[in-house]
């Protein structure tokens, strides 16, 4: 009897066998052996020795499938296997492709060692020459001095020699006398001898003889050994930790503190009264306090944002008989609205915040509501330089020297004072920062070469948070980087490598926002503490070489450019407001700085140190210059106590005092 017409096709549709030599139906799969298995086949893999390891896969399923659904499911698990290939092969060429992407970067890799090895030598090379051209230098020097000398002592002995000759034959002669004379003779003679001996006794030569044998080479190993480590170069392999040969551990006071609350943002700036130069006139400007009363605390800590206006109008609230008012910023409602993004709590609900800022209505409208921009105020015109009569000052303190150690400095290029009257130095090419007193004596210093967490690599400007007293340290390339550090020299954060490119003048104002200048591409970068870009805009217009920066309370930047002889203003959303200075008042300037009682300084070293004062306006109050010459200088930085601070090239610190500036003769 035969089987039916649909069994049949499924018995001949179904596989053989390909083990073995019977025609039986396959139950299995062998990937080892690339067959498909029938049961007896199956029952050998298991058990013979020579099978072991192979992978069998059971077909049992797929052939129930085929029974209860038929032919088409066959053919979808094959389309499937065909998928798989299909992946498979694109797999396999993506492989290929890396294969030779590694063969690439392999290559590639061969050639960048080829290069650096190349970079090494060429950079050994130089260095040799270098130093074969000062030995060169050192030895010409030192045979000049040794010729010079060995002359004099020649020249020396043969006077002594004909001084001796003399002295014998007057001796000799003066002996003869005595025998062959009468005594009545000899003091006839008396006088002419006593005249003759002494004029031979007082023109004999006079030499220094240790000073005259004294020539030696003074070498400073140390200080060759820091310097070439930390000036050969570096290795870059494109990770975040460079390869580095000096490891200084860092000198920091182990005091312990308790971390600043960053998050603050209600606290009082009281400024100075007193001038800082006797005889300007001393003016106060303090900022509103923001927070009066109980209620007003509990209400603003409550909901920081319920004052913010995204129109930057001056806003005024009530509470009871009292009232207290705040200029906002774009700056302020970015700086709050990153708060309410973190989720950092507030006492409300962030819908409850946002519902709050936008129904925010403006009570009373300030000076500065208009959104238009503000136009720049006409240059002044200033006296020649030849009617500005500058009061003299003189230094009462410096400090410092070339070296490694202690209070010793290879490039002071930047420097700022504390609250404390504390001077911070950055010894850029030492990668370190120093910390003084206000007399010049070392307290500390902290920092290492390196590009790690607390490590510094060329360190070139540093400026203080007033409030809690953290240095805020820039770094130029290749790091080009802000980092931050408590006031006893523990690392806090670091930020701006992927934004910065060349920072030259760093500063922070009250609300402990950290401004930077950078030179070469004229660009104002404003940041938070956290690190989050508040604002940045281009300078290129106005600005040839910016080197410094102050900000006052009214969220003005002031800038000094060397190159165009003068300080220029900008508000916090780039505007050019005017410009302070000009050449023949401030020629080349080298830094800028705000008094306690809110007068301009343009520091520069045109001819002298020169000092030269203006009010926030722009108005010439005095001017000053040093009683001596100073090399470059890098840096200024003004102190509380009516002090400036000016780091020069000859690696030392001078710190003047101002005297009473009388009324200028114009």
């Not at 509103?288 to 930057?312: E, H, K, M, W, Y």
């Not at 330089?385 to 003299?392: F, L, S």
């Not at 007068?599 to 000053?624: P, Y």
Request: proline share 4%; glycine share 6%.
């Amino acid at each position: 009897m035969s089987p039916p017409a649909e069994d049949q096709h499924q018995t001949d549709a179904a596989p053989h066998c390909t083990g073995c030599k019977s025609s039986s139906p396959a139950v299995a799969n062998c990937f080892s052996c690339t067959a498909l298995l029938c049961a007896n086949c199956v029952i050998a893999h298991q058990l013979m020795v020579a099978f072991e390891g192979h992978h069998v896969t059971n077909l049992g399923q797929g052939k129930v499938e085929n029974k209860e659904v038929g032919q088409p499911q066959l053919g979808g698990s094959i389309d499937a296997i065909r998928k798989m290939v299909k992946d498979s092969k694109k797999k396999l060429n993506e492989l290929q492709k890396t294969i030779k992407s590694v063969d690439y970067s392999s290559s590639r890799l061969t050639s960048q060692y080829d290069k650096a090895i190349g970079e090494v030598n060429e950079t050994f090379n130089f260095y040799t020459s270098m130093l074969a051209e000062r030995k060169m230098e050192v030895t010409k020097e030192i045979d000049k001095l040794y010729s010079t000398k060995q002359v004099a002592l020649s020249v020396f002995g043969q006077k002594i020699h004909e001084s001796t000759d003399k002295i014998e034959q007057m001796v000799t002669f003066t002996e003869k006398l005595l025998q062959s004379a009468s005594t009545k003779d000899v003091l006839l003679f008396q006088t002419s001898l006593e005249t003759r001996m002494l004029h031979l006794i007082t023109s004999m030569p006079q030499l220094d003889l240790a000073n005259t044998v004294q020539l030696e080479f003074i070498s400073n190993f140390q200080a060759i050994q820091v310097g070439v480590r930390n000036q050969f170069g570096y290795i870059k392999s494109g990770s975040e930790t460079g390869v580095s040969l000096a490891k200084q551990p860092p000198i920091s006071r182990p005091i312990t503190m308790q971390s600043s609350n960053l998050s603050s943002t209600h606290q009082t700036y009281n400024q100075l009264t007193n001038s800082v130069m006797s005889g300007l006139t001393a003016s106060t400007s303090p900022v509103p306090n923001l927070i009066t009363g109980a209620g007003a605390v509990s209400r603003d800590l409550a909901n920081p944002l319920a004052s913010l206006d995204f129109q930057n109008n001056y806003m005024a609230f009530a509470q009871g008989d009292t009232s207290y008012g705040h200029q906002t910023s774009p700056l302020e409602i970015l700086e709050n609205l990153s708060l309410l993004a973190s989720g950092s709590s507030m006492g409300n609900s962030s819908s409850d915040m946002l519902a709050t800022i936008t129904n925010s209505v403006p009570l009373t409208m300030g000076p500065t509501a208009s959104l238009a921009t503000p136009v720049p105020s006409a240059p002044i015109v200033y006296p020649p330089k030849a009617q500005i009569r500058r009061q003299k000052m003189i230094y009462h303190c410096k400090f410092g020297e070339f070296g490694i150690l202690e209070g010793q400095f290879t490039e002071p290029s930047g420097v700022a004072v504390t609250e404390d009257n504390e001077i911070i130095v950055a010894d850029t090419n030492n990668h370190r920062i120093q910390v003084f007193d206000k007399e010049g004596n070392f307290k500390f210093q902290f920092g290492e070469v390196g590009k790690r967490d607390g490590q510094l690599l060329y360190p070139n400007r540093v400026a203080v948070v007033a409030s809690s007293g953290d240095i805020v340290v820039t770094e130029r390339s290749p790091t080009h980087q802000v980092q931050i550090f408590t006031k006893f020299g523990h690392f806090i954060r670091k930020f701006g490598a992927d934004i910065l490119q060349h920072p030259r003048g760093v500063t922070t104002d009250c609300w402990g926002r950290i401004i930077v200048v950078e030179c070469k591409v004229m660009r104002v970068v404003i940041f938070d503490m956290m690190g989050n870009v508040l604002n940045k805009f281009s300078c290129s217009r106005y600005l040839e070489f910016p080197n410094g920066v102050v900000v006052n309370d009214q969220m003005e930047i002031f800038i000094s450019d060397n190159r165009a002889h003068c300080v220029k203003v900008f508000d916090y959303q780039g505007n050019y407001l005017r410009q302070i200075g000009g050449e023949g008042v401030s020629n080349f300037p080298i830094g800028v700085g705000l008094t306690a009682s809110g007068e301009i300084t343009i520091a520069d070293n045109h001819n002298n140190f020169n000092l030269t004062v203006f009010s926030q306006a722009g108005q010439l109050l005095g001017a000053l210059e040093s009683k001596v010459k100073h090399a470059q200088c890098f840096d200024v930085a003004l102190m509380k106590d009516g002090s400036i601070v000016l780091a020069s090239k000859d690696y030392r610190l001078y710190i003047y005092r101002y005297v009473k500036i009388p009324n200028l003769s114009l």
